[in-house]
């Protein structure tokens, strides 16, 4: 029998027998928890002015920020991150594309033939530290600060900024005049105080391309404008009765003005970056999501229909991310057309729209769960890409699944078949790879959102489907407005299921060991007893799911749990008969155990008959008798 065949046939009578695991349920219990001990994190406070001179695609900027320094060390420096630097002939990002063996499709070599009038920059013009000037230096996209005034632990200090900068012509997520002839995708575009967390310090790394971490705080933000334009992004409009939007107070009359620019205010409370858009041809649709926030959708006039065809569905995402990750905490959030592609904000999106309507509702699933996975559980993106890009992927497809009804048994295995695909390729590199310094983007993409899913696909198979449940609502409560690691993940899923995970964490995220198990059986002169010899060919040890058909159609699970989990799985096929074996540890290559009697002959057993472990090589996997 042909290895496709068989396994559906296998997989069509355990689901069949035991209903499928792949439903996440629609409402759980909030799991109560206590304060994190010795945890700590950094606050910021904006308040931003800006004054966008649009016929030059220049903005001028005040900013005044409150720092506090919750950590326990001194700080005698400081770092700001200058993305529009980036876009710039012979910049870190320009090299890095060409010289990358697979570079980016949608930079290649555009910046190195970036004109002056094109480029983006961001000049700092003066820097005071509590009313006295210090020192400073840009070193490509970063601002490097001396301090004359140390930061003590628990202190806080303001910083005064004077700015001007230059929106570059649209390469990578920021710019002016996208593809779609979107004006404005103003992401990044500020001076942006980098992190320092307890994972590592600072985090003032180039701006290569790939992704970005911010601090903790509150942005208020004052941008000035041509009137024409139509803004939206984060936070919560203040003056809607000025520039007659429609955020908030619907009905409000608008002031009339004779000035050629209107000012729009924005205010966002606990939230790490700031983004917004403006056009001239924004179309805005609003739709209240029950007992959810106010979803607001800006996008070019002419693609109404398909946009109208996606928003009922991203009203029905908003809904399924926070019934089984954590409620969505803000009262806006914004799908808005700009940028190159799809990429998360605090509270919004930016997608390109001129998409069919299966592609719109596509990216959103994506784009908007990250809104959990980054945006509230905020991850650094650099050091940890596949915790918000995997993650992301795990939870959207689920999402996409149910909300489109597709039905299918499993919408993961998709990410195995990348993940699987890159393993032949011989690229791999292990996820605890910094985001800028994997080799190919190849190994970057399908490592981070395909290997990184499976990461969530898999510890379900390890830990149990209920307990992976219980461990996206647990991480959520614990960790939102935080920053929490692989360590803090890995944590909070041994607490919910009592299984130690070190070495799942070790060997999926920190190297490129891959699973690889081999199963033969012995009959006996008695035909109904039978030895079932296991081989671990791979590098990485697993827990093994073991099922056996007999002739009569009787199915029997058996259970090897792996020796340093310390732990077992609740049984995942609650209508058959379990057996629990003795654990396999590690260093034995090889396993046996003897198939109890039955009243008739076994007619195949097979290894993870759900196809939940990433074993790369499944024609091995299997036996049947003649």
């Known amino acids: 029998m042909k290895k496709t065949i068989f396994f559906t046939l296998v997989s069509s009578i355990l689901l069949t027998s035991c209903g499928s695991t792949k439903q996440i349920t629609q409402t759980t219990t909030p ?50 991150h200058l993305y529009f630097n980036a876009f710039q002939p012979n910049s870190e990002m320009d090299i890095r594309s060409r010289s990358i063996e697979d570079p980016d499709k949608r930079v290649n070599d555009r910046i190195s033939k970036l004109k002056p009038d094109e480029i983006g920059f961001i000049k700092v013009q003066q820097l005071k530290q509590d009313g006295a000037a210090v020192k400073y230096q840009t070193e490509g996209t970063i601002l490097e600060v001396t301090l004359d005034k140390p930061i003590l632990p628990g202190a806080s200090t303001t910083f005064d900024m004077v700015y001007n900068a230059q929106v570059p012509l649209q390469i990578r997520r920021s710019g002016r005049d996208n593809k779609e002839g979107i004006a404005y995708s103003m992401t990044q575009w500020y001076p942006k105080m980098a992190e320092y967390d307890r994972s ?27 009137k024409d334009y139509m803004l939206g992004g984060t936070g919560y409009l203040q003056n809607n009765n000025e520039v007659g939007f429609g955020y908030e107070d619907e009905g409000k009359q608008v002031k009339p003005t004779k000035e050629a620019k209107l000012t729009w205010h924005f205010k966002a409370p606990q939230v790490h970056d700031f983004t ?80 069919k309507p299966s592609s719109l509702s596509g990216v959103v699933y994506h784009e908007m769960a990250h809104s959990w996975f980054q945006f509230l559980l905020a991850s650094d993106e650099g050091k940890y890409p596949f915790m918000d890009e995997g993650m992301t992927s795990y ?20 990410a195995y078949s990348g993940y699987y695909y890159l393993v032949k390729s011989g690229k791999e590199e292990p996820l605890s790879t910094h985001a800028d310094h994997y080799n190919t983007n190849l190994a970057y993409g399908i490592g981070s959102y395909n290997k990184g899913e499976v990461y969530l696909a898999q510890m379900a198979y390890v830990i149990g489907e209920e307990n992976l449940q219980k461990t996206l609502k647990r991480y959520f409560k614990e960790w939102a407005f935080k920053h929490p690691t ?34 033969t059986l012995e009959e006996g002169n008695n035909t109904n007893l039978t030895t079932v010899n296991l081989e671990r060919i791979g590098t990485m040890a697993m827990p093994l799911d073991i099922v056996a058909k007999y002739k009569d159609g009787t199915l029997a699970y058996f259970y090897i749990p792996l020796r340093e989990m310390h732990g ?35 007619e195949f057993v097979v290894i993870d008959p759900l196809n939940r472990m990433a074993d790369i090589n499944k024609d091995n996997n299997s036996y049947q008798t003649k």
């Not at 569905?313 to 990750?325: D, G």
Request: hydrophobic share 30%; with cysteine; proline share 5%.
């Open 486 to 519: 692989p360590s803090d993940f890995k944590h909070v899923a041994e607490k919910v299921s009592g299984i130690h995970l070190e070495w799942y964490k070790n060997d999926w995220l920190e190297t490129t060991h891959h699973i690889d198990y081999a199963l």
């Open 200 to 226: 590592g310090g600072w985090t003032a790394t180039p701006y290569i391309g790939r992704e970005f971490n911010g601090v903790w705080g509150d942005f208020d933000v004052t941008i000035h404008i041509d």
């Open 276 to 355: 917004w858009v403006a056009d001239k041809d924004y179309v805005h649709d609003k739709i209240q999501v029950p007992n959810g926030p106010m979803m607001h959708f800006l996008y070019k006039k002419g693609l109404e229909e398909n946009w109208h065809t996606m928003e009922p569905k991203a009203v029905k995402t908003m809904e399924f991310y926070s019934a089984n990750i954590g409620k969505y905490p803000y009262k806006q959030y914004s799908v808005l057309q700009g940028g190159d592609g799809g990429m998360e904000y605090a509270m919004c999106t930016l997608i390109t729209g001129e998409r």
């Open 31 to 80: 799991v109560q928890t206590k304060p994190i001990d010795n945890y700590w994190q950094q606050h910021v406070s904006y308040t931003m002015d800006v004054d966008m001179d649009a016929a030059k695609h220049q903005y001028k900027g005040v900013q005044h920020l409150v720092y506090t320094n919750n950590s326990p060390d001194t700080l005698k420096n400081v770092f700001y």
């Open 568 to 602: 077992e799985k609740p049984n995942p096929f609650k209508q058959m008969k379990s057996t629990v074996l003795k654990d396999w540890d590690w260093a034995h290559p090889t396993y046996s155990f003897t198939m109890p009697k039955a009243k008739s002959k076994i």
């Open 395 to 414: 939870i959207s497809d689920i999402a996409k699944n149910i909300i489109e009804g597709n039905d299918k048994d499993d919408p993961t295995q998709n």
